[in-house]
């Protein structure tokens, strides 16, 4: 995820780099070494960025990290408030839809949110007929707040960067919308590093303006994909 974001491809060249090799990151581990983890776990990382947002200039959150379902509603409230105030406090937050798809309303559930970016897979055909595209489970909308969800899409099949075993191979191929997201996640990098005055609100207008809409479609109730291009004049 950190190299889908920033990476420098140095060890392939320049070939794998990331959407933003200049930027800087900041990242908080919430997950043990089997990618589980626990709602306190991800409270305590939104209340440390509230707290150090502005010493260390996070202007984005990338949250590649998917809630299918939540046993302790009391908790998934806190953890949705504090994601609520990030947003209100100038920080964009950009989040996985999850790998929950293709039925309706299969939204991760930090992504069913009003105020974040959900980002969904949607591969534009690159692939043809591939098997395991990971548009095909792709959370999809609407969302259980009844809105359209998921924000954007980008690709997220076979996304190539950063292995965390870099003796034995420095990049590995994975799938999912956790790759999606940080695609989105260095866009608006990029964004905010040319327009730094922009609100996350002017932030998710903007994707909106500039989404590719030929790519729509309606079984993901989904604006459209990223369009770097247009998102960049």
């Not at 105030?85 to 309303?105: D, F, H, T």
Request: glycine share 10%; charged share 20%; with cysteine.
């Amino acid at each position: 995820v950190a190299g889908c974001v920033a990476g420098n491809g140095r060890l392939s060249r320049g070939i794998y780099s990331g959407m933003h090799p200049g930027c800087r990151l900041v990242i908080g581990k919430v997950l043990n070494n089997r990618g589980e983890g626990r709602i306190d776990h991800m409270i305590k990382a939104m209340e440390w960025i509230l707290q150090n947002s502005r010493e260390w200039n996070i202007r984005i959150v990338n949250i590649s990290v998917g809630i299918a379902e939540c046993r302790n509603e009391e908790k998934m409230k806190v953890l949705l408030r504090c994601m609520e105030e990030l947003w209100k406090s100038g920080i964009v937050i950009v989040c996985a839809a999850g790998n929950s798809g293709p039925e309706p309303m299969t939204i991760s559930l930090l992504g069913a949110l009003k105020d974040v970016i959900t980002v969904g897979c949607n591969e534009g055909g690159y692939f043809g007929k591939a098997k395991n595209l990971c548009e095909d489970h792709s959370g999809r909308g609407p969302s259980i707040y009844a809105m359209k969800k998921p924000d954007v899409v980008a690709p997220g099949t076979k996304i190539i960067s950063c292995n965390s075993n870099y003796k034995k191979n420095p990049y590995i191929a994975r799938s999912g919308t956790s790759m999606a997201t940080p695609v989105v996640s260095g866009a608006i990098a990029l964004l905010l590093s040319k327009y730094p005055q922009m609100s996350p609100k002017d932030v998710k207008l903007r994707l909106y303006q500039t989404a590719n809409r030929s790519c729509d479609r309606k079984e993901q109730h989904v604006w459209g994909c990223l369009d770097l291009v247009r998102l960049m004049h």
